[in-house]
């Protein structure tokens, strides 16, 4: 009955590698989001998706890129993984523009 | 520039002792205003939200919030805390532009 999943809950990985993170939502929210957390627990949009298309693409170096598939899936790959990736990754759905998001679990993204 | 500004990053407090949290924002027309907490190790929960009406509001947990207009603010207010609302509490604005802007947070600890 989750309303907005992620997977992995937690993902080690070396300097230099390429990882993906999954997100799902069964609310029927058009639109999607993710948001990084950093070590000082401050949130910072990096996209947003609405109906499968980019519309926010804050300043996020380009090794990221988030994909949807459909309405109910907005993943993201990181190329290149560096140390300052690390972070706690929220994705977060909601129905049009103005409405409260919800938020997933969250992937705690750890770089070595 | 959109910001969301609260204060007081690390409040320490007893159990029952009230909580206020303050949360300005700088100006940007019609806004919808949300508390979201995050306890420890877990995703953020809406606490409540103002979009229109009584600028008094009332939330989960006992929890309630005062939009007042002219002073760009939305406080939050329990009169009693207890030691399970120690959590990280965030303001959030919607400027309608498709994502919320978050203040840094604020750091909650209840003394039992």
């Known amino acids: 009955d989750t309303a907005v999943s992620q997977t992995p809950k937690y993902l080690v990985t070396q300097m230099g590698n390429d990882k993906s993170i999954k997100c799902e939502q069964n609310?029927?929210?058009?639109?999607m989001y993710w948001y990084k957390q950093d070590s000082k627990k401050f949130l910072k949009i990096m996209f947003s998706?609405?109906?499968?298309?980019?519309?926010i693409n804050e300043t996020v170096p380009n090794r990221f890129s988030p994909k949807s598939p459909d309405k109910a899936h907005l993943n993201l790959h990181i190329n290149s993984l560096e140390l300052g990736d690390s972070a706690v990754y929220f994705c977060?759905?909601?129905?049009?523009?103005?409405?409260?998001?919800?938020f997933g679990p969250g992937t705690r993204l750890t770089v070595l | 520039a959109q910001s969301v500004s609260q204060h007081n990053h690390h409040v320490i407090l007893s159990e029952a002792a009230s909580l206020e949290l303050g949360c300005n924002y700088s100006?940007?027309?019609?806004?919808?205003l949300f508390w979201y907490v995050q306890y420890p190790g877990q995703h953020l929960q809406l606490l409540l939200k103002?979009?229109?009406?009584?600028?008094l509001v009332k939330g989960i947990k006992g929890f309630e919030a005062e939009f007042i207009k002219s002073k760009f603010s939305f406080n939050l207010r329990k009169p009693s805390v207890q030691w399970s609302d120690t959590a990280e509490y965030f303001c959030a604005v919607n400027y309608g532009n498709n994502r919320l802007a978050f203040g840094k947070g604020n750091q909650v600890v209840v003394i039992p």
């Open positions: 998706y609405n109906n499968k298309e980019l519309i």
């Open positions: 977060a759905s909601a129905r049009g523009s103005y409405n409260e998001q919800f």
């Open positions: 100006y940007g027309g019609t806004v919808n």
């Open positions: 609310l029927g929210h058009d639109t």
């Open positions: 103002y979009f229109s009406g009584d600028p």
